[in-house]
């Protein structure tokens, strides 16, 4: 009669054993296939870590960047962030530069150039601009009846006041000099904008490039 609890007592010592046995295998199998080496493939173009952002996509900044100004025929359409104009035959569009939207070098003199400025809260008025102009040829201000009788153009739709003089460049802060100098330019007030189209240079030169320059206000556009 004492036989049947020495049978479960051995029973029971017997079934957690196994269990862990099973457990091992188990254990066992899995850290088997874990360990298992496999060689990686990899799918499509090999991979440079440290290639460059033009090696990787074939792209680089220049594929962006604006052409360099260069000579251009007459008649061709250039264009800047805001205009739209045909550059003059021999006449260079240069990169933008501070208060230059579209930056122009007049063909015949690497000191000869025209440029477009626009200028918020009216840019000081119309008269300070005209005689701050006249400063730079060292001539004496304008008054206020000779600005008025000042003749005007049309420029992109809207009137612009002609100034055309000629004397010494003293340059934009004064410090130049140049003897024989003009300028030939438009000064148009619409709103709180003043819009300025310059062009400086020797003489002889701005006579010759007159017609030239009056093709390029004829063919502005602002965009949109």
Known sequence: MQVRPIRASVLALALPFAFTLAACSSKEARESEVRESKEYEPVGKPVQWNASDEQRFGISAKDFAAPSGSAQGAGQATASAAFEYELPTGWLALPPAQFREVNLRVAGADNAECYVTTLGGGGGGLAPNVNRWCGQLKRDPLTAEQIAALPTVTWM????????????????????????????????????????????????????????????????????
């Open 157 to 224: 739709g809207q009137p612009a006041v002609l100034l055309d003089i000629e004397g010494e460049w003293g340059g934009m802060s004064g410090d130049a000099s140049a003897k024989d100098w003009r300028l030939v330019g438009l000064l148009q007030v619409t709103g709180d904008k003043l819009r300025t189209l310059k062009m400086t240079g020797p003489r002889e030169l701005i006579a010759k490039e007159l017609e030239n320059f009056n093709k390029l206000v004829a063919s502005f556009r602002a965009k949109g």
